[in-house]
């Protein structure tokens, strides 16, 4: 365990579903990221959350829609997917936006679109 | 952009043998990090290395970096088995005093296999 744990592991929907995907820490930190890793690609950089507030919409579609109630948690809620939208789905934290240390990931969620 | 470019894109090595693998960038940079990922896990941190540092060490680990020649390398020595693993470099590069803009941004990395 890092500290960062992100729930489910594993998700398949089909493409009219609708789904969230969960991430929790408990590190005290105030920055908390989604990013997509898809085959053969570089981690892409989804959203940014700094202090509860998004500071980083890296022209994601709308089907994805991030929120973070608190600096613990943070969500993605998923609407009407494409298949080329399966990927892993990883949260990270980090201490907070000054990229002055690393960040934490979770195991990520393997998401499946059918 | 801001992203790096590992090289190679597979090593594959005997146990004991050292493992080094290289990443390039393009535009100047803050800090310079490496991370490990275990098949279809996170990525873990492994070392972070500053602008104005040219080398630093964590156990087996050795990065340096180059920011003339905009390149780092990652050396691990002694390498075992569970060294098997994807690594990545990310580079940070603040370009305000406020979080919008602020980015991580990875290369595409490099597989190293370990053979027993």
């Known amino acids: 365990e890092t500290g960062v744990t992100q729930t489910p592991r594993h998700l398949v929907m089909g493409m009219t579903n609708k789904k969230s995907l969960k991430c929790e820490q408990h590190?005290?930190?105030?920055?908390m990221y989604w990013y997509k890793q898809s085959a053969k690609k570089p981690l892409e950089l989804m959203f940014v959350?700094?202090?509860?507030?998004?500071?980083e919409n890296n022209s994601v579609p709308s089907r994805f829609s991030p929120e973070c109630p608190n600096s613990s948690h943070l969500f993605l809620h998923l609407h009407t997917l494409q298949p080329e939208d399966s990927a892993l789905y990883l949260c990270?934290?980090?201490?907070?936006?000054?990229?002055?240390?690393?960040?934490?990931f979770g195991s990520g969620t393997r998401l499946t679109v059918v | 952009s801001q992203q790096g470019e590992e090289d190679p894109q597979a090593l594959s090595i005997q146990e004991g043998e050292n493992a080094t693998m290289n990443c390039s960038y393009k535009?100047?940079?803050?800090?310079l990090q490496w991370y490990r990922q275990n098949s279809g896990r996170g990525l873990v941190h492994l070392i972070l290395i500053r602008s104005n540092e040219r080398e630093k060490h964590s156990g087996r680990l050795r990065v340096t970096l180059d920011t003339s020649k905009k390149s780092s390398s990652l050396l691990i020595t002694a390498s075992r088995a569970a060294d098997t693993a994807s690594y990545f470099c990310?580079?940070?590069?603040?370009?305000?005093?406020?979080?919008?803009?602020?980015?991580?941004?990875f290369g595409g990395g490099t597989r190293v296999l370990v053979k027993p």
């Open positions: 990270a934290s980090s201490q907070d936006w000054r990229l002055i240390a690393g960040y934490t």
């Open positions: 990310a580079t940070a590069h603040l370009t305000m005093i406020k979080a919008a803009g602020n980015k991580l941004t």
């Open positions: 959350y700094s202090l509860e507030e998004r500071v």
């Open positions: 535009t100047s940079i803050n800090n």
């Open positions: 590190l005290g930190h105030n920055a």
